[in-house]
């Protein structure tokens, strides 16, 4: 049977890799650089208290790659840095973003922004890919399994000189099972937490923004979906206030429902959504928030 090395940068990644491994037909090896996961997996607990800088620990992890046919991550900014240097350091071939298997050495990925899907048949003896979650459902085997240390030589290169936690308690965008997102019309940053972040703290959700409202101020950086910010695959992308550009759908089109929340009846988000509701949205969000509230449904 096929060896898969997985790299994970957090406790819950393993847990996405589920099925993703047995449509591959192959056994995976958990590397946690971030936290160790608890899953039926054999564990390699690399003991780092935060994830070293990339370029300091590439050429480690590719060595430790060499007994594996393929090295895997959940696609992420870190993990498609990470295992881009280990490809350098191995010369074996990579994809980013898979969504589909269709064969040990042929894989399908979204690019230019979404815009196509292209399928790529790779040569050679190891595969590095990164892969979006939302494309393989099934989950890890749960309980525990063997933890082993490993030591992966930290070489000299760049320093982390500051690390800020993100504030408050809500999910990450790119993990999140519920997004609600809001455009331009919210304003300011005091309407756009109110509305929009009201929602998704009464649905448990993460918060996301369009880059025009990034760049107005009223969300933060952070917060932006597109082609220019995070890609997300939540189970329900609800966009308030969102004319639905090519850039912003770039960023949602795995998501499994879109809801779109607009005042125009022609906005082009809601040539993509699954539910649309043609309203304005400083009335119907709040009063949205207000009946999820009564009824206190959390996802
Ligand atoms: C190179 C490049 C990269 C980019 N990358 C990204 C990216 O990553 N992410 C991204 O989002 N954008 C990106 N953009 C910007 C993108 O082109 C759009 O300008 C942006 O997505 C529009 O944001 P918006 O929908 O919030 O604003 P607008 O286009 O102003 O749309 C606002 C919408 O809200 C509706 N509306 C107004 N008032 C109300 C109300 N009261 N109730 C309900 N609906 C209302 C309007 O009908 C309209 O449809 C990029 C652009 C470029 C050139």
């Known amino acids: 049977m096929a060896k898969i090395l997985l790299v994970t940068f957090g ?129 890890a085997p749960a309980g525990e399994s063997t933890k082993e240390s490993v030591s992966l030589a930290v070489a000299p290169g760049s320093r982390r000189t500051e690390a800020a936690a993100r504030s408050g308690s809500r999910p990450d965008l790119a993990q999140a099972k519920v997004i609600v997102s809001g455009g331009r019309p919210l304003q300011t940053a005091e309407k756009f937490e109110q509305i929009i972040g009201g929602l998704a703290d009464a649905l448990g959700g993460a918060v996301g923004a369009t880059r025009a409202a990034v760049d107005s101020g009223i969300a933060s950086n952070e917060l932006q979906v597109g082609q220019t910010g995070k890609i997300v695959a939540p189970d329900l992308y609800i966009a308030a206030g969102i004319s639905g550009s090519t850039q912003h759908l770039a960023g949602i089109k795995d998501s499994k429902v879109i809801v779109a929340i607009n005042k125009d009846p022609g906005a082009p988000i809601f040539e993509v959504a699954d539910f649309g509701l043609v309203a304005d949205l400083f009335e119907v969000v709040p009063e949205l928030t207000a009946q999820i509230q009564q009824r206190a449904v959390a996802l």
């Open 11 to 139: 406790p819950q990644e393993a847990g996405l890799a589920g099925g993703f491994a047995t449509q591959l037909g192959a056994e995976v090896t958990v590397l946690a650089l971030g936290g160790v996961p608890s899953v039926g997996f054999p564990v390699l607990d690399a003991g780092f208290a935060e994830v070293p800088p990339s370029d300091t620990i590439s050429a480690a992890v590719a060595e430790l790659a060499k007994g594996y046919d393929y090295v895997v991550a959940v696609s992420s900014l870190a993990a498609k840095d990470l295992l881009a240097r280990v490809a350098g350091h191995l010369d074996w071939p990579l994809v980013n973003d898979v969504t589909a298997i269709h064969g040990s050495h042929e894989f399908q990925h979204p690019v230019a922004a979404g815009a196509a899907v292209e399928t790529v048949r790779v040569s050679g003896y190891g595969v590095i890919l990164t892969f979006r979650p939302a494309a393989f459902p099934g989950t």
